[in-house]
């Protein structure tokens, strides 16, 4: 049975990818903030009180893991507020750079060493994040912290390829879910259910030889 553990699991898209892969027959561990007292309802199973910006408690998870193999690890914690050049935060720019770029480093020093040949790591990260593909601006904290996302993964690729694990940046698409209320106006959004099931497609499609990529959940490949 293969196991896999996906951080930022209270819900939305993280609860849809811990519930998919339970579905396939994995033990899916839903490691939560809060509680997951309403997934522990389902029947699932829930690691509580893991806070991706502190590495206590990251550290905290990976122990209570221990003689765990992860196959599959989902860094899908993340934050989102919106923001302007006229009314910058920076005390919060900077919280969601520790969340959203950091978060996923965390999450990786310290599970990761419960990996081994043929795992596979992905980082939910987001198109915005593209330089590339910035044609509008705006929603500065969130495209920069995304950008350093994904500068990592490609970081995380080269470290962790000589210990046969890959790597993938994964975008979700517009998905409907308490983070993304404020964003309606960028047009339809699909489910949370939907985002996973692609999102489970293309890792099912990551392997040891997947050159560094970024991938939208209906399988198509991004610029960075």
Not at 99 to 128: C, D, F, H, Q, Y
Request: some cysteine; overall charge negative; charged content about 15%.
């Amino acid at each position: 049975m293969a196991c896999v553990l996906v951080t930022g699991a209270d819900r939305g898209i993280g609860a849809a990818l811990v519930r998919a892969y339970r579905q396939r027959g994995a033990r899916a561990i839903a490691a939560c903030l809060g509680d997951g007292a309403s997934l522990s309802a389902e029947g699932l199973e829930v690691a509580p009180d893991v806070d991706v910006t502190s590495m206590a408690s990251l550290d905290a998870l990976a122990a209570r893991l221990a003689g765990t193999h992860i196959d599959i690890l989902i860094s899908n914690a993340g934050a989102y507020f919106a923001d302007s050049f006229e009314a910058l935060d920076f005390a919060a720019m900077q919280r969601l750079y520790d969340i959203n770029a950091l978060g996923p480093l965390r999450v990786a020093r310290a599970l990761t060493p419960l990996m081994g040949e043929g795992g596979k790591l992905g980082i939910l990260t987001s198109r915005v994040g593209s330089i590339t593909d910035n044609a509008m601006g705006g929603m500065y904290a969130y495209r920069m912290s995304k950008a350093a996302a994904n500068q990592l993964g490609v970081n995380l690729y080269h470290e962790l390829k000589p210990r046969g694990i890959a790597v993938m940046l994964l975008h979700p698409g517009q998905v409907a879910t308490d983070m993304t209320r404020e964003l309606t106006a960028l047009g339809d959004f699909i489910t949370p259910t939907e985002s996973a099931a692609g999102l489970v497609r293309q890792l099912d499609a990551l392997h040891a030889a997947t050159p560094p990529e970024f991938r939208h959940a209906n399988g198509t490949l991004l610029p960075w």
